[in-house]
């Protein structure tokens, strides 16, 4: 069989991205999943995501972690899966979409800049690992550990052993057995700037170059600490802005992600 792929980046957050709106694709296949991400052997990808049609939607899209396995939300490769929709002219600049955490709605302006709204979120609690810290958790589509680095202790974001560190973090058994992705960030100066931002996710079990759930756990974690909607991220792969309203509760609603969403090249590939 020829699989026609297309392979698109969100901040450098890569995905290999198919039509699959004939269903013609093996989604229980995790080794060939597995196989399509792998960076020597495959395409390379963090992930992989299934196009397909949705009954009272515009689309639905199908995540797969660069693992094989299914996965939760994933906020980038969302503004991706919209691209891609008006790429095929299934949607004009806006869409409704299905994903596995529920309906989301998107903008895509004619720049490239797609707009995707996130689940409604609980408010940040202590993490269950680190939170002497300060560590919190939120769950943002997909579940996030959030670690601010602290300036007395000197630390700098790039030279963090995000990898290292991460990888602790996701496999404690305080997180068992789903696990979590875990990001670090760099309090700026002024809570108006940018807040930087490195991931370790769950799932390619590695640092990606952005993480759109995990800006998104980090601006709404931030706001505790001064920051305020819209709020900037800076990550290894680009800028991304979130913009949420806080509810009387803690939690957050009209949860939004913005950033581009690159298509870098299309492709056959026999399977
Ligand atoms: N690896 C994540 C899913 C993808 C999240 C990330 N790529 C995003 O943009 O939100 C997890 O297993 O929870």
């Known amino acids: 069989m020829t699989l026609h792929f297309h392979k698109y980046q969100g901040t450098g957050n890569d995905f290999v991205m198919i039509d699959d709106r004939a269903e013609a694709f093996d989604a229980t296949n995790q080794e ?21 049609n949705r009954p009272g939607f515009d689309f639905e899209m199908v995540y797969f972690n660069a693992d094989g396995r ?11 899966t919209v691209a891609f929709a008006r790429f095929l002219n299934i949607i004009g600049d806006k869409a409704q979409f299905l994903a596995v955490d529920g309906p989301h709605d ?4 004619a720049d490239g800049l797609v707009h ?13 690992v ?34 290292g560190a991460g990888h602790d973090i996701r496999f404690d058994q305080a997180y068992d057995p789903a696990g979590t992705n875990v990001n670090f960030v760099q309090v700026p100066a002024d809570p108006g700037q940018p807040w930087a931002v490195r991931t370790y996710e769950r799932g390619v079990e590695d640092e990606t170059f952005s993480c759109g759930t995990g800006v998104t756990a980090v601006a709404l974690a931030a706001s505790a ?4 909607s819209p709020v900037q991220l800076s990550t290894p792969g680009g800028q991304l802005q979130v913009s949420f309203q806080q509810r009387p509760d803690g939690g957050f609603e009209d949860v939004w992600l913005s950033g581009p969403a690159v298509r870098v090249f299309e492709g056959q590939l026999a399977v």
């Open 225 to 228: 600490r001064g920051a305020v």
């Open 130 to 163: 680190h939170a002497e810290q300060g560590d919190v958790f939120l769950h943002t589509g997909s579940p996030h550990h959030v670690h601010f680095l602290s300036p007395a202790e000197g630390q700098k974001l790039e030279e963090y052993d995000v990898y």
């Open 116 to 128: 995707l709204k996130m689940q409604d979120t609980a408010k940040a609690r202590r993490a269950p």
């Open 32 to 52: 060939l999943i597995a196989r399509l991400c792998h960076r020597r052997f495959g395409i390379g990808a963090d992930g992989l995501i299934l196009l397909r």
């Open 106 to 109: 998107a903008r895509v302006e």
């Open 70 to 80: 299914p996965s939760s939300m994933c906020g980038n490769g969302g503004r991706c």
